[in-house]
C-alpha cells in the first residue's frame, strides 16, 4: 500500500492545471481539480502517459466525484457524462411543477416553506446540467 500510495505522488507531480476558479463540467466554483487521465490508470501504465492527457481540470465536488476513476475519449464526453448524471440524480427536483404566489399563498406555512426551498434549489440545479461555457467548451490539453 505504501509502495503505491508513493507512485500516486510521483505521477501527481507530473500534471498540468489548467487555470480557473469555476468548474468546467458544470459552471459552479471550483474546490478541486480533476485528473483528466485518473491517476490509478496512470498509476497501472506506469508513467507511460502522453503529456497532454496529464492535466488538471477545474472542478466542484460533486462533478469531481461523479468523473471517479473512469476513462473517457475526449473532455466533451467526459461533461456530457456528468452532466446527464447530474440530470439524472436531479430528475425529480427539475420535473417540479412552477408555483404562482396565489398557490403557495393557499398552502400552509411549512409546506410553503417546503415547495419554496425546492424552487430554489431547482433554480440552482438547472444552468448546472445544461452549462456550456463557449470559452472552456474544449480546453487546450
Known amino acids: 500500500m505504501a509502495r ?11 500534471y498540468r492545471t489548467l487555470p480557473g476558479d469555476r468548474c468546467l463540467y458544470c459552471g459552479q466554483r471550483a474546490v478541486c481539480r480533476d485528473h483528466f487521465l485518473p491517476l490509478s490508470v496512470a498509476a497501472a501504465l506506469n508513467g507511460d502517459v502522453p ?7 477545474p472542478a ?3 462533478c469531481n466525484h461523479i468523473a471517479g476513476a473512469k476513462l473517457f475519449k475526449s473532455f466533451g464526453a467526459k461533461r456530457k457524462h456528468i452532466q446527464k448524471e447530474l440530470r439524472r ?6 420535473a417540479a411543477p412552477a408555483w404562482t404566489e396565489n398557490e403557495l ?4 406555512r411549512e409546506l410553503q416553506e417546503r415547495v419554496r426551498w ?3 434549489q431547482k433554480q440552482r ?3 448546472r446540467v445544461s452549462w456550456r461555457n463557449v470559452r472552456s467548451a474544449t480546453p487546450r490539453f
Open 105 to 108: 399563498n393557499a398552502l400552509g
Open 118 to 120: 425546492l424552487l430554489i
Open 4 to 14: 503505491e500510495n508513493r507512485r500516486y505522488k510521483r505521477l501527481a507531480g507530473y
Open 89 to 94: 440524480k436531479y430528475a425529480k427536483l427539475l
Open 125 to 127: 440545479i438547472e444552468p
Open 60 to 62: 466542484c465536488n460533486e
Open 51 to 57: 503529456h497532454r492527457l496529464k492535466v488538471l481540470i
